[in-house]
């Protein structure tokens, strides 16, 4: 009987390691979990880079009360930056963890050019919201709330 408990017992925590294994630990999805999978933002459509522009800059609009002049300028800006942003996301999931970390330097990099040609846009008040806005979604970033709205986006 005390044989038979042991190996059920060596059993489940056999099968437990394995299926912790095939999910991929939880550290990230699987290689080879489907596109459309858990975790999948399949529910939504994807955006293409001129509604992502746009949903960017309305954003901002809302949040620093822009006039006219500005709403231009920051749309010109956030255009120019979104062919420097993109990336292939599966790319950077299946890469390594120095390959990732180089992607997300190069990331940030490009984030706080176009973050400094935004400030250089908006009055001292509207910088000083923009820079307490910025460091609310990096802190929600962090503590794994919310989601990005585009690039450098917060919860939409």
Not at 23 to 44: E, H, L, V
Not at 111 to 119: G, L, M, P, V, Y
Request: charged letters at 35%; glycine letters at 10%.
């Amino acid at each position: 009987m005390k044989k038979l408990s042991l190996l059920l017992i060596v059993l489940f925590l056999v099968a437990g390691a394995i299926y912790a294994q095939e999910r991929g630990g939880g550290a990230r999805p699987s290689k080879t979990m489907p596109q459309g999978g858990p975790g999948a933002r399949g529910d939504r459509p994807q955006m293409n880079p001129e509604e992502m522009v746009k949903r960017q800059t309305q954003r901002l609009v809302e949040e620093l009360k822009l006039n006219k002049d500005q709403e231009t300028k920051v749309q010109a800006i956030n255009k120019k930056y979104m062919g420097k942003q993109s990336f292939d996301f599966a790319k950077m999931r299946d890469a390594s963890d120095e390959e990732r970390q180089k992607m997300r330097d190069e990331m940030m990099k490009v984030q706080a050019e176009r973050n400094k040609e935004i400030r250089a846009v908006l009055t001292p008040d509207q910088a000083k919201t923009f820079d307490e806005n910025q460091k609310k979604r990096e802190e929600m970033r962090r503590n794994g709330q919310g989601r990005m709205g585009g690039f450098g986006g917060g919860p939409q």
